[in-house]
């Protein structure tokens, strides 16, 4: 579970997942991202920790949260001028995660944890983030290949490295220039690590990498 801290960081982080597939949401001036999108991103990634324990009581109470603050929400949405292809992502993520978790489903909570990060994040990206989108997109995707290989799925977890791939080639160049040679070294190793753990099939080799990898995109973030 990431620390307090790290969730106030979580303010100025955005993952326009849906803009690689050619929404490109409209930008407001910087601001504060509403307190509601925060606590949907926090309770989700709470699910992500607690579901693999079987902590149901504690995940029935985090998707009420998100439930909560998503009605909320809603209504800025169009304001705040949202895409309609994010409030569907949205609207489907968190049906498919309240259906799971009801059914203590710990897998399917997980990946409807994951495509509800994936939604919020994107939201992010209305309030001009300072931390670049890409960096928000590595840590929903990494999370993304660990869902995949556990599902056995080596062809998702292949597109999803591929999306991983594009994400970081197109931040690179800004991690550089915040001081950041070291990091991205070691970002680009795990990489390596990952695709190499893929095509063995190696499920716990590219679980370990992908865990690291996510660890890298904390410090990814702090260098911003």
Not at 13 to 41: F, H, K, N
Not at 106 to 125: C, R
Request: with cysteine; hydrophobic share 50%; glycine share 4%.
């Amino acid at each position: 579970m990431k620390t307090p801290c790290f969730i106030l960081m979580l303010v100025i982080v955005s993952l326009p997942i849906l803009s690689a597939c050619g929404v490109q949401p409209a930008t407001l001036p910087a601001g504060v991202v509403p307190q509601e999108l925060v606590t949907i991103e926090a309770a989700a990634e709470d699910i992500i920790d607690f579901a693999p324990s079987g902590n149901w009581d504690k995940i029935n109470q985090d998707v009420a949260d998100i439930e909560e603050a998503w009605k909320a929400y809603e209504p800025q949405l169009k304001k705040d001028g949202a895409p309609q292809e994010v409030n569907d992502l949205m609207t489907s993520a968190l049906a498919a995660l309240k259906t799971a978790s009801q059914s203590k489903d710990a897998s399917g909570t997980m990946q409807g944890s994951n495509n509800v990060s994936a939604a919020v994040v994107e939201l992010f990206a209305l309030y001009n983030p300072v931390i670049p989108a890409d960096i928000g997109r590595l840590d929903v995707l990494e999370r993304q290949v660990i869902l995949d290989v556990a599902a056995q799925d080596f062809s998702a977890a292949m597109e999803t490295m591929a999306k991983t791939r594009s994400a970081w080639e197109s931040v690179k160049a800004s991690v550089l220039e915040h001081s950041g040679k070291d990091v991205a070294a070691q970002f680009e190793a795990s990489l390596e690590a990952q695709a190499a753990a893929l095509d063995a099939k190696d499920i716990e080799a590219l679980t370990r990498e992908a865990s690291a990898a996510l660890e890298l995109v904390d410090a990814l973030e702090r260098l911003f």
